[in-house]
């Protein structure tokens, strides 16, 4: 992959790629360590000419699964009290998605962001997460009812 073709591909991926890792992940240094990562792994993966269409998918799956080598690992993700956003500006404009999502479980968290900030299919997400498309739709399925349960008992009415 020539310069003027890798920098092409990092400008379209690399922000929506870190802001995944930092969210699922909870830690923005964690986000940077991966994202370099990703596109090492990417340029040594042996294919050179890589469409952004395929590069795309390929670079969140790569993320993802160093993603769960730390938390094999045991590496510790989880989100300090003090990383919690504050709303304090505008409480009452709009459901407080960050919050929700620092309460679910890095999974939980990892499927909601492909499916509705990436905007991924179950196929696609499949692909990223290394699982079945069937196990996606539970997975998923699941994931937004404790979004919703979580949305709900701070007093927030699920859209």
């Given amino acids: ?3 003027q073709a890798f920098s092409a591909l990092y400008e379209a ?3 929506p790629l870190w802001r995944y890792v930092a969210r699922v992940s909870g830690r923005p240094d964690v986000a940077d360590d991966i994202l370099q990562e ?3 792994r990417l340029l040594r993966s042996g294919r050179p000419e890589m469409e952004l269409a395929d590069a795309r998918p390929y ?3 790569i993320a993802t699964n160093l993603l769960h080598d730390r ?4 590496d510790d993700l989880q989100l300090e009290q003090s990383d919690e956003p ?3 500006n505008h409480p009452e404009n709009a459901v407080d998605a960050t919050r929700m999502l620092h309460r679910l ?3 939980a968290r990892e499927l909601l962001w492909l499916a509705y900030m990436e905007g991924m299919t179950h196929r696609e997400i499949a692909n990223v997460t290394g699982l079945n498309v069937m196990s996606v739709r539970i997975l998923l399925l699941r994931a937004r009812r404790e979004a919703a349960a979580q949305l709900k008992s701070k007093g927030k009415e699920y859209v």
């Fill in 1 to 3: 992959m020539n310069e």
């Fill in 13 to 15: 991926t690399a922000k």
């Fill in 38 to 40: 990703s596109y090492l």
């Fill in 59 to 61: 670079l969140f799956r």
């Fill in 71 to 74: 938390w094999r690992r045991g």
């Fill in 86 to 88: 504050s709303t304090e």
């Fill in 105 to 107: 479980k890095p999974r």
